[in-house]
């Protein structure tokens, strides 16, 4: 009977234990309905590869909106953690129409300084060590589970106005060169130069400088600038893109118009902003006026939207402000963002001013809907190196040239740091921030972008209050 009672008890006990799982296992799956499993996986440590990428749903305001999260997770901790709010403007056919603001955090998860300098100065044969390397313009992607990073290489002491003055063993000024990282950023492959041919000139900089890298149906392509002359000795900084598998350069032609080469002096058609739509590529040819080209191949580019008249297009440096900066990125339904940088002209000493802005790009029709105020980056990473470029510029400054888009609340910045270091910034807040700027332009019912130049008088504005800096033209 003993032996009986006994077994009853472990019975028993298995009873209540089972009862006990089952309870978590319906707690957990409560929780999961509810999304708190990623809130909490985003707040922790985790060392393991995701083994399936799944949706973001959040209810809006009056809408549904679904992410799908398309890129692996960065596992890297926050270092130099700023939190702030960042205002902005939302924009209809009158001009700006309401303030956006968010609460942002921003923070540096990854530097490829001084690793890709001190790489790079052991490919160049230069035994008297007069060369000087900078890693900057850090554009990153994902691709096949792989981060790939093209950085330029600039080397700082070969252009010269007077040849005596060059080091012993010169070389072009610009090079790229190329990683691929996993998710904890460790480099899985060693860095290379690549071979990207570019015409030599001793009376301007040459080599291919600041890559953005993108996709097109899962296609890496590469686009950057370099000054190329034209039939007629006509010359132009222009925008050039490379196939990253075939290892071929396409040198665009836009058949309606666009920025004419001259014969004398450097026109400068550059800063295209790449994105796909309906499987083809497009390019922001600028943002204020809104120009848009579609590329059905490479090689043949065509306005389809411009906000203005004009057939031969010309860049004024005092005017135009806000320029390209990273590729687009689809974030939902007709919306798309990127982060532009703004350039601007000190009112005391004509030196120059730099700002970055999350812009949002509305398809179908095409315009603008929203651009930030400047990001906000810790001073210990802004002013923790040296600004190379100090007899032009005295503010320090990040220059954005990569984005990557985690899920719908993060998003990576690949930005270089006063010309001096290449990092990768990683920015939360995106969920609230697009959630407002959506519905607030769902419920406008808006159909067309601004007039010409309310992009442009906003951003000098926004910059002049925040930085609380005089510029030219405020």
Known sequence: MAAYKSVGKRWKSRIELYVILLAILSLLTFLYSLDYLNTISNSMSIHTLPTKQRSFSHKFRGSDYVFNARNPKILAEDKFVVHYTTGGGLFNSSGKIV?????????????????????????????????????????????????????????????????????YNFFHDNYFYMQKFDQHLNPITNGSILGIPSPKSDSFGDGPIEPRIFKVNNKLLVTYNTAVHFPGQLVMDYTLIWDFANSEITVPNITNGGVKPTRWGMPRDKHWAAFTLDGVLHFVHNLDPLRILRCPTKATCSFIYKGDSAQDIKFPDFKYHLRGGTPFEHYDGPYYIAVAHGTFFKQSNSRRKYSTHIVVLHVKPFRIVYISDDIQVSPDIMEGVPIVRHQ???????????????????????????????????????????????????????????????????????????????????
């Open 392 to 474: 032009y510029i005295e503010d320090a400054f990040i220059f954005p040239v990569g984005l990557i888009i985690e899920d719908d609340d993060t998003f990576y910045l690949g930005v270089h740091v006063n010309d001096y270091s290449a990092v990768l910034l990683r920015i939360r807040g995106l969920r609230m921030l697009m959630r407002r700027v959506i519905d607030l332009d769902k419920s406008k019912r808006t159909v067309t972008g601004p007039p010409r130049g309310t992009l442009q008088q906003f951003l000098l504005d926004s910059v002049s209050r925040t930085s609380g800096i005089l510029l030219k033209g405020s």
């Open 99 to 167: 303030d956006v603001h968010a609460n942002m955090t921003t923070s540096l998860v990854y530097s490829f300084s001084p690793m890709v300098e001190n790489k790079v100065a052991r490919m160049f044969p230069d035994p008297a060590k007069q060369n000087v390397f900078y890693a900057n313009s850090p554009a990153v992607t994902w691709h096949k589970n792989e981060l790939i990073a093209i950085l330029r290489i600039w080397l700082e002491e070969e252009r010269y106005d007077k040849p005596e003055k060059r080091p």
